[in-house]
């Protein structure tokens, strides 16, 4: 992986992560934390993409984007239904 990809990954997990906790209406995590949820979310996001058979990059970068923001959207579900029990 160049730099130049990891830093295009790095900036797709930050905005996924600030695009979820936007839509979950959770509190603010603030760029490391929003990078964190957003690269989890876009391993998350591809992996249930793919169970269900769906190309996660097929869209190119906006592909990429909404992959990761629904990842990060269900990481953050679950982490609320976790911090509620």
């Not at 992560?17 to 959770?26: D, Q, Y």
């Not at 490391?32 to 989890?40: A, L, M, T």
Request: charged share 5%; aromatic share 8%.
């Amino acid at each position: 992986m160049s730099i130049t990809s990891l830093i295009i990954f790095l900036a797709i997990g930050g905005l996924a992560g600030w695009l979820a906790g936007k839509i979950m209406n959770s509190k603010r995590f603030g760029i490391v934390g929003n990078v964190i949820v957003g690269v989890v979310g876009a391993v998350l996001g591809g992996f249930v993409f793919n169970l269900l058979g769906l190309n996660a990059n097929a869209g190119g970068l906006l592909g990429a984007i909404v992959t990761a923001t629904v990842g990060a959207i269900m990481l953050l579900y679950v982490i609320s239904i976790i911090k509620k029990a």
